[in-house]
T-cell receptor
Framework: GAGVSQSPRYKVAKRGQDVALRCDPISGHVSLFWYQQALGQGPEFLTYFQNEAQLDKSGLPSDRFFAERPEGSVSTLKIQRTQQEDSAVYLC???????????FGSGTRLTVV | GENVEQHPSTLSVQEGDSAVIKCTYSDSASNYFPWYKQELGKRPQLIIDIRSNVGEKKDQRIAVTLNKTAKHFSLHITETQPEDSAVYFCAASRVGSGGGADGLTFGKGTHLIIQP
């Protein structure tokens, strides 16, 4: 596609619910990143894929967070048993490779109530 | 891990004047330093980046300088215009190091306000 597409754009979840956030990267981009951006803060790294391989998940805040990219294109970030502190914008970014600049998606704004 | 400090947090300049935003980083192995512009409610957009093998890069009204010895880099915007108003983020990472790239570590952002 022309850009990085994320869905849903907005998600409201009750505390304790599971959510799944989708990222559709630019076609052919091998690198895919997930970031979490709290209000008024810079994005914080969550995890990185090169094709289908998850090469770095050091930024995932707890074992409630899980990401996958099974066929090396679309990725899903899953958050189990959501907590209020999970409320943030979740940004996905893709690039042609690790030495290229990223293109970010518009993000999913998650609100946990 | 990497730590990126960004200053100032808010910068107000008169239209037509220059703006400078400064960042420092802690990991001497970092080799890639992008700058992103983020308007309210929108995605971060890459505006310029620099790699550690050069000291300066310019693109029209925007320039970035890098001092590897001091571990700091700066964004310079000249002849500022109202549409430059946004939050600007610096970031650092060590890409191409093999075995996968580290993610970007971002600064906390600078809210740039262009006064008409």
């Amino acid at each position: 596609g022309a850009g990085v597409s994320q869905s849903p754009r907005y998600k409201v979840a009750k505390r304790g619910q599971d959510v799944a956030l989708r990222c559709d990267p630019i076609s052919g981009h091998v690198s895919l990143f997930w970031y979490q951006q709290a209000l008024g803060q810079g994005p914080e790294f969550l995890t990185y894929f090169q094709n289908e391989a998850q090469l770095d998940k050091s930024g995932l805040p707890s074992d409630r967070f899980f990401a996958e990219r099974p066929e090396g294109s679309v990725s899903t970030l899953k958050i189990q048993r959501t907590q209020q502190e999970d409320s943030a914008v979740y940004l996905c970014a893709s690039s042609q490779g690790p030495t290229y600049g990223y293109t970010f998606g518009s993000g999913t704004r998650l609100t946990v109530v | 891990g990497e730590n990126v400090e960004q200053h100032p947090s808010t910068l107000s300049v008169q239209e037509g004047d220059s703006a400078v935003i400064k960042c420092t980083y802690s990991d001497s192995a970092s080799n890639y330093f992008p700058w992103y512009k983020q308007e309210l409610g929108k995605r971060p957009q890459l505006i310029i980046d620099i790699r550690s093998n050069v000291g300066e890069k310019k693109d029209q009204r925007i320039a970035v300088t890098l001092n590897k010895t001091a571990k700091h880099f700066s964004l310079h915007i000249t002849e500022t215009q109202p549409e430059d108003s946004a939050v600007y983020f610096c970031a650092a990472s060590r890409v191409g190091s093999g075995g996968g790239a580290d993610g970007l570590t971002f600064g906390k952002g600078t809210h740039l306000i262009i006064q008409p």
